[in-house]
Nanobody, 127 residues
């Protein structure tokens, strides 16, 4: 059964760090990108970062470059794989629900390219 399960959200002070995890199962990761998207109240869902499972290439939105890092575990022959989003130097404007998503390999890192969404995890940056 196809699943994307996020974890790691929470409340953090400005300047702090969080690491989000996305556990993917039920499909062959090699044929997809895995992306992180976020949606703040009253705003559209935007792309944050994506990673290609085939060659490890990455994409970052300008607003998070230098602060966020996406990575995946390299475990082989396992039923589950995990993609991480390390978020450093967090700002109040990073507050949003963060979603993990699956994107076919040759499509752009964009909400319009997503064919499966996780349930989301709340990240709140506040003092």
């Amino acid at each position: 059964q196809l699943q994307l399960v996020e974890s790691g959200g929470g409340l953090v002070q400005p300047g702090g760090s969080l690491r989000l995890s996305c556990e993917a199962s039920g499909f062959t990761l090699d044929y997809y990108k895995i992306g992180w998207f976020r949606q703040a109240p009253g705003k559209e869902r935007d792309g944050v970062s994506c990673i290609s499972s085939s060659d490890g290439s990455t994409y970052y939105a300008d607003s998070v470059k230098g602060r966020f890092t996406i990575s995946r575990d390299n475990a082989k022959n396992t039923a589950k794989n995990t993609v991480y989003l390390q978020m450093n130097s967090l700002k109040p404007e990073d507050t949003a629900v963060y979603y993990c998503a699956r994107i076919p390999l040759f499509r752009l890192c964009s909400p319009n390219s997503v064919d499966y969404w996780g349930q989301g995890t709340q990240v709140t940056v506040s003092s």
